[in-house]
Nanobody, 123 residues
Framework: QVQMAESGGGLVQAGGSLRLSCAAS????????MGWFRQAPGKEREFVAA????????YYADSVKGRFTISRDNAKNSVYLQMNSLKPEDTAIYYC????????????????WGPGTQVTVSS
């Protein structure tokens, strides 16, 4: 059974940093794209960043480019999101997800999802 679990969320002041982790288990993810999405209160879930498991190619939403960095550790079956220069508008529940094949930001294509971790950025 595939499981994905996020950790590392919390409360941080604007300008601060957080590092989110996602541990995946239950299958090999060699041909999977791993993504981070977020959902702010009252808003739709949106794409944040993605990385192809084997190739290491990375993709970012314009709103986080230059501030967030996605990375992965294949040996640990884990994906990370380093978030710097955080802004109050980054406040959301952050989800990691996995889809077979190459990158896209179409959420229905992501088959596996974690329960999410809350990130709150105070002004």
């Amino acid at each position: 059974q595939v499981q994905m679990a996020e950790s590392g969320g919390g409360l941080v002041q604007a300008g601060g940093s957080l590092r989110l982790s996602c541990a995946a288990s239950g299958r090999r993810f060699d041909s999977y794209t791993m993504g981070w999405f977020r959902q702010a209160p009252g808003k739709e879930r949106e794409f944040v960043a993605a990385i192809y498991w084997s190739g290491g190619n990375t993709y970012y939403a314009d709103s986080v480019k230059g501030r967030f960095t996605i990375s992965r550790d294949n040996a640990k079956n884990s994906v990370y999101l380093q978030m710097n220069s955080l802004k109050p508008e980054d406040t959301a529940i952050y989800y990691c997800a996995a889809k077979l094949g190459n990158y896209n930001y179409n959420m229905p294509d992501y088959r596996y999802w974690g329960p999410g971790t809350q990130v709150t950025v105070s002004s």
